[in-house]
């Protein structure tokens, strides 16, 4: 992206700015974090009214048996948050 609007500004179209808008990013935290595109308030700025979808998930390795017989039943919980 910042090669495209280095190209832009070099060999045509005048000065470029390259666009962030869509790049993830992560926090390699406990729990991991992650975002992508839009926070909700600037959605709704830039778009007016949107749909928000909220989905909780249990990770793969907290599902699986454990090897003693019994399936791992902690709490741990993941969340997506979709715009």
Do not use: I, W
Request: with cysteine; aromatic share 10%; hydrophobic share 35%.
């Amino acid at each position: 992206m910042e090669g495209m609007a280095m190209a832009k500004t070099m060999f045509g179209e005048g000065p470029a700015v390259p666009d962030y808008e869509n790049v993830p990013s992560a926090v390699f935290s406990q729990p991991p974090c992650g975002t992508c595109g839009l926070t909700e308030a600037a959605a709704a700025t830039k778009y007016g009214s949107v749909d928000v979808y909220v989905t909780k998930f249990k990770p793969m390795k907290h599902t699986m048996p454990t090897g003693r017989g019994e399936e791992d039943d902690s709490e741990a919980a993941g969340s997506f948050r979709f715009l």
